[in-house]
């Protein structure tokens, strides 16, 4: 399918860009074309079958009439038999249906494919035959046939007697078809460029031509005619290279609307051939006498063998001078490989010599670098253990000092209290006393302002601690002390973690709480991780240090 569709492509694309190339450009397009040649051919032969099943379900004569005016068009530069079994049968139905203009149509059509075919006489005797005076708006297609036919026998005629007399009657009927056909039409056009040909006047067939050229419909098998001409009209310009392109242009349009009876490919081949492109001409040329005879196109098939032998004689004598260069290309090649082998054992030896260097040197590589990477690890932990070294001597330093501090405080405190106790107890205020030695109100405030003064130091250590505790937890599930707190349960049992006290027994002396209360506030927290829970007190303990 896909295939199909690029062959689909090429002939829909690149005919309207021939005429923007040069014939550099368009004889691949050509190589390419008659390369593929089944997939034209197999296009065409689907057309036909299509009119075929058409014809075979159509009983109303006028539709037939028209089918089989179809067949023979498909047929007339394919399969010239084909052509004129539906050329007649086409002749058959219009008789039957009595229409003058359709009858002398049919008899045109029959006059054409006689002329391919070789058979003049039935051709000329038909042509004698048709009243023209009955249908005069077919003046200009019956002088067009009488043209042809005669341009056909002039071609094929054994002397130049003949030839002179067919040529003459062909210009005759040419010039009256100029006269009788439509000025707007293709028919006029084509016979308006032959007349100026004839007459030596290129430049006016090419302004004829030329801006004709593009409204032409790439189905149109007119494009290759006028393509054809307008290379003719180059020639007599002595303009080769574009006399050349515009047979290309001629030539491709044939081949891609399968037609197996035409005159560029064959002419493009002889240019070729005196460019001296032997096997490009070769192959046009082969390809132009296969397609006339399958065709049956006598005349093509004829006039093609009287050039095929010139070309097909240079071919032959290239490839024989192929051969002899290949033959001297091939000794010379081995007399090389020869020396190659010398050359390629010498170095294998060498390479065998530098890779035992390169072995040891690897080997030597490779041990050096395991010790690279040992001394590499070696540094890492060094560095991690005085990172951790420096980190906990910082840390007993400010807690030292914090710890006399507070020592210092409380035993101030405790005098103060005991005087308080003694005043008490002098005064004889037993009860005041006994109350005084019962409250909590004085622990409960020293316990709070302890607290408050570890929130304080543990802060001024690790300022970022809350931030960057947070963010190890899942966004929904962060952790803020209230209003007028610096730290609450959850982030003072962490950062005593932080500060290495890990055992859950001694946070709970720590903090007052039970150890299952300890161990579930873990707990809890780890389960709010946003990494894996098993690294989450790891990763608390990398807060504000430089192995975070």
């Known amino acids: 399918m896909t295939r199909f569709l690029l062959f689909v492509i090429i002939s829909l694309v690149s005919i309207p860009l021939f005429a923007q190339n040069n014939s550099n450009t368009l004889l691949p397009e050509i190589d390419k074309t008659i390369e593929n040649n089944s997939y034209y051919t197999q296009r065409k032969e689907h057309g036909i079958t299509q009119l075929k099943a058409q014809l075979k379900h159509t009983l109303v004569p006028e539709e037939k009439d028209k089918i089989t005016q179809k067949l023979y068009n498909e047929y007339q530069s394919y399969q010239s038999d084909s052509a004129l079994v539906y050329a007649q049968t086409n002749f058959q139905i219009a008789e039957n249906l009595n229409d003058p203009e359709k009858l002398n149509q049919t008899k045109f ?98 302004d004829l031509l030329l801006p004709f050229f593009p409204k032409i419909k790439q189905t149109d098998s007119n494009r290759a005619i006028i393509s054809y001409i307008i290379s003719q009209a180059y020639k007599l310009k002595k303009d080769r290279s574009k006399e050349k392109k515009w047979l290309c242009i001629s030539a491709l349009s044939d081949l891609q609307l399968a037609k197996k009876e035409y005159i560029s490919l064959r002419s493009l081949a002889f240019l070729l051939y005196e460019d001296g492109d032997i096997e490009r001409a070769y192959t046009y040329i082969k ?77 030597a590589n490779d041990k050096l670098s395991e010790l690279n990477v040992e001394l590499n690890t070696f540094n890492e932990k060094l560095n991690l253990s005085n990172n951790t070294l420096t980190e906990a001597n910082y840390l007993k330093e400010i807690y030292i000092g914090r710890y006399m501090d507070q020592c210092s405080d409380y035993l101030g405190k405790l005098d103060e209290y005991q005087r308080k106790l003694n005043v008490l107890a002098t005064t004889g205020k037993i009860n005041d006393l006994l109350s005084a030695v019962k409250s909590k109100e004085y622990i409960e405030n020293e316990l709070k302002e302890f607290y408050a003064n570890f929130d304080k130091t543990f802060l001024q250590l690790f300022p970022n601690f809350i931030h960057d505790f947070n963010a190890l937890l899942i966004p929904t599930d962060t952790i803020q002390p209230k209003e007028g707190e610096q730290l609450n349960t959850e982030l003072r049992i962490f950062a005593l973690i932080r500060l290495g006290i890990k055992d859950s027994a001694k946070i709970a002396v720590f903090l007052r709480y039970s150890i299952s209360t300890i161990y579930n506030y873990r707990s809890q927290l780890k389960n709010k991780s946003a990494g894996p829970r098993e690294e989450f007190e790891e990763k608390v303990m990398q807060i504000g240090t430089s192995n975070k």
């Open 109 to 206: 059509n029959l006059v054409a494919i006689m002329g391919t075919l070789g058979m003049y006489k039935e051709g000329i005797d038909i042509l004698n035959a048709i009243n023209i005076a009955s249908t005069p708006n077919l003046k200009g297609s019956f002088y067009s046939v009488s043209r042809v036919i005669y341009g056909q026998m002039a071609d094929n005629a054994s002397s130049q007697q003949e030839k002179e007399k067919y040529l003459l009657l062909s210009k005759q009927y040419r010039d009256l078809c100029v006269t009788f056909y439509d000025p707007n039409s293709t028919s006029f056009i084509i016979a308006k460029a032959d007349w100026n040909l004839d007459n030596k006047k290129p430049e006016e067939t090419l």
């Open 287 to 363: 390809r132009s006498l296969d397609d006339a005879v399958i065709c049956n196109a006598r005349l093509r098939t004829y006039e093609i063998s009287k050039m095929l032998p010139i070309i097909s004689e240079s071919y032959q004598q290239q490839n024989k001078t192929n051969r002899y260069q290949l033959m001297v290309f091939l000794i010379s090649a081995s007399f090389l490989v020869l020396i190659l082998l010398a050359l390629l054992f010498l170095l294998f030896r060498q390479m065998k010599k530098l890779s035992k260097a390169k072995s040891d040197l690897s080997s």
